[in-house]
């Protein structure tokens, strides 16, 4: 699991830097929201990731725990923010009407739902292992399960 941290790590920062000078670039035309991501939460997941794969950086526990708790509350932020205001529903209803011109409209509701599947995939796959280390630094292999279990409230109290 150590060899998966490390590989994945050093390409979500070769990731990071080939992506944030053409980004910068477009600073005018970026939103607030995107700003405080590529310049605040970026470097936050690259930190965390390269954290839980190498062990280089030893931050406080309970500063690994808010970066965690503000991070997850952005992710969400973030998510909405490009579901509701780049008009993503506006975007998909394009292409389903694209899709329907060119084949049968059960064919076209079917590859569209696919579309979406794989973007959902691919965007968890840049967005959860992030989020997955900052736990990790946290609260080490302690299970998130364990952490929310009511036995464990009553045993701490």
């Keep these: 699991m150590l060899f998966f941290w490390?590989?994945?790590a050093v390409a979500y920062l070769v990731f990071a830097a080939a992506i944030l000078p053409p980004t910068l670039g477009r600073f005018s035309h970026l939103s607030p929201i995107d700003l405080i991501?590529?310049?605040v939460f970026m470097p936050i997941a690259v930190v965390g990731l390269?954290?839980?794969?190498?062990?280089?950086?030893?931050?406080p526990t309970n500063t690994w725990k808010m970066l965690l708790f503000i991070s997850v509350f952005w992710r969400a932020l973030f998510v909405g923010n490009i579901i509701l205001f780049n008009d993503?529903?506006?975007?998909?209803?394009?292409?389903?009407?694209f899709l329907n011109g060119r084949m049968a409209?059960?064919?076209a509701n079917g590859i569209m739902v696919m579309i979406l599947a794989v973007g959902f995939?691919?965007?968890s796959f840049v967005v959860v292992p992030p989020l997955i280390a900052l736990y990790r630094n946290a609260?080490?292999?302690e299970s998130l399960l364990k952490l929310?279990?009511?036995?464990?409230a009553r045993q701490t109290a």
């Design 6 to 8: 490390r590989i994945y």
């Design 37 to 39: 991501d590529l310049l």
């Design 50 to 59: 390269w954290s839980a794969a190498y062990r280089h950086l030893s931050l």
């Design 88 to 97: 993503l529903i506006g975007k998909v209803h394009a292409g389903l009407v």
């Design 105 to 107: 409209p059960a064919a």
């Design 121 to 123: 995939v691919l965007g």
């Design 139 to 141: 609260y080490g292999d």
């Design 148 to 152: 929310m279990s009511p036995m464990r």
